[in-house]
């Protein structure tokens, strides 16, 4: 409670408690979203960091006169009356009558694009992202980041939940932990170094700690190549388990916190999900196909011939999708069994047949959002595998720790923030799910 003129008044009031101040007086604070100037009154949109509340102006039930300064983008403190109303649908809605408002500051310039409408009409998307700061006011833009909000906090309170620590992995590394040539390297006071691409190796090294890790974070993967579903910046939900009977045990846990995310999803960023038309997925179980079936099947189905039998094109995981919705009506399909020949150093081979992986990816529509499986654990196995590899044990003598002084079975996964994103709102591009993308042509904003 605020004192103004001497009265007591409820102060930054929220949207959604407007329902406990009917007929009371309370102050709002926002922008000036949008102004309609009719005849004798006008309705002022606020937005406040949620929602857009609209307010009536006239001068019969105000003490405000009416200002000109008062414009789109400025911030304000309002004073006024909830009052309530039945739509035509019978929902009760709220306004607020203005009695007063405080003009806390006001913009310098006009906006270069059109924010209030329901979508940034006709803008393209380089002009959307060079302009971030002030398009994602609109407040279709700014649901997206919302719902990823709901996403990341999903994977946090699942995993807490699940006896997880949560933990913060260095960005500056030794070495890059997922190989390939899409590292970026760094001048470390004359020493080469390199940006994380993943925490694979720090995650494996606290599962010998804490058994069960996990981090949300920033890595980096140098993509020489513009692809809409490729970032040289992305947020990589990471987790790690120990004791594990095998690497389903990773697919069970991913299933479970993909159901909680939804769940929570759906029960408190519903306003958001509206807004962007998201259609969120339904998860019973996850089907899941072998590596080399999946092959088949789009050679023989889909009369697909491939071009790549060690991975799939994106052509390919789209038909996966297709098929996994047709087949299964599920959004999801886990595919198993990657040839050891594409799966990085750490990835147990299959005992049963070395030339596949205890591994697997997730794809979410027909994209790839997860790769996980189990790890090698031993120490002598994961030497082998290393020189196998090319690589120099030595150099990796901190993380050989792990394995040298006792590992248990363990695996983990890597889901990609944005790409999640993307396909939950059905997006075309990562960009669109990215506040601040970082690719081959773009650093700012
Ligand atoms: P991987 O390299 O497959 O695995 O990455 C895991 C997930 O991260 C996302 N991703 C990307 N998103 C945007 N831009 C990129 N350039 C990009 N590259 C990858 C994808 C992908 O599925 N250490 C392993 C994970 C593990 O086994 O635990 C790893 O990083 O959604």
């Given at each position: 409670m605020e004192q103004i003129n001497g009265k007591l008044i409820n102060e930054n009031v929220a949207f959604?408690?407007?329902?406990?101040?009917?007929?009371?007086?309370?102050?709002?604070?926002?922008?000036?979203?949008?102004?309609?100037?009719?005849?004798?009154f006008a309705f002022v949109i606020i937005r406040t960091?949620?929602?857009?509340?609209?307010?009536?102006?006239?001068?019969?039930?105000?003490?405000?006169?009416?200002?000109?300064?008062?414009?789109?983008?400025?911030?304000?403190?309002?004073?006024?009356?909830?009052?309530?109303?039945?739509?035509?649908k019978g929902n009760q809605r709220f306004e607020l009558q203005i009695h007063d408002v405080t003009i806390l500051s006001l913009p310098a310039e006009d906006l270069p694009i059109v924010i209030n409408k329901k979508q940034l009409d006709n803008i393209q998307l380089s002009t959307i992202l060079d302009l971030r700061p002030i398009a994602l006011r609109n407040p279709k833009e700014r649901a997206i980041f919302k719902i990823q909000e709901g996403i990341a906090r999903g994977f946090r309170e699942f995993l807490l939940s699940q006896d997880f620590t949560e933990i913060r992995s260095p960005k500056i590394n030794f070495a890059g932990a997922e190989g390939g040539t899409n590292v970026f390297k760094l001048d470390y006071f004359g020493k080469q170094v390199y940006l994380a691409q993943s925490p694979q190796l720090y995650k494996q090294a606290l599962?010998?700690?804490?058994?069960?890790?996990?981090?949300?974070?920033?890595?980096?993967?140098a993509e020489h190549h513009d692809t809409s579903r490729h970032l040289n910046e992305y947020i990589s939900m990471d987790f790690e388990m120990g004791f594990i009977n095998d690497f389903r045990d990773i697919m069970n846990m991913e299933t479970g916190l993909l159901k909680y995310i939804f769940n929570l999803l759906k029960k408190e960023y519903s306003a958001e999900l509206e807004l962007l038309h998201a259609v969120v997925p339904e998860i019973d179980t996850i089907p899941c196909m072998k590596f080399m079936d999946a092959k088949e099947l789009l050679m023989k189905k889909f009369k697909y011939n491939p071009t790549d039998m060690k991975d799939f094109d994106p052509q390919e995981e789209e038909m996966l999708g297709k098929y996994a919705k047709k087949e299964f009506n599920s959004d999801f399909i886990f595919i198993t069994h990657y040839p050891s020949k594409k799966r990085p150093f750490y990835t147990m081979d299959d005992p049963e047949d070395p030339e596949y992986t205890l591994s697997f990816d997730l794809l979410f529509r027909g994209l790839e959002i997860t790769s996980g499986g189990q790890r090698v654990h031993d120490y002598k196995a994961q030497v082998d595998k290393m020189i196998k590899c090319g690589m120099d044990p030595e150099q990796f003598e901190t993380y050989l720790m792990l394995h040298k002084y006792g590992a248990p079975p363990h695996g983990g996964l890597g889901l990609g923030l944005e790409r999640l994103t993307m396909h939950l709102l059905g997006f075309k591009n990562v960009r669109e799910a990215t506040m601040f993308p970082r690719d081959i042509n773009r650093v700012t904003p």
């Open positions: 959604e408690d407007f329902k406990n101040y009917d007929g009371q007086e309370v102050t709002i604070s926002g922008y000036v979203h949008r102004i309609r100037e009719m005849t004798g960091k949620r929602d857009l509340i609209q307010c009536v102006y006239a001068p019969e039930f105000s003490s405000y006169r009416w200002d000109d300064r008062l414009r789109e983008e400025a911030c304000v403190k309002v004073l006024g009356k909830v009052v309530s109303s039945l739509d035509a599962v010998g700690v804490y058994e069960r890790v996990f981090e949300i974070a920033p890595v980096f993967r």
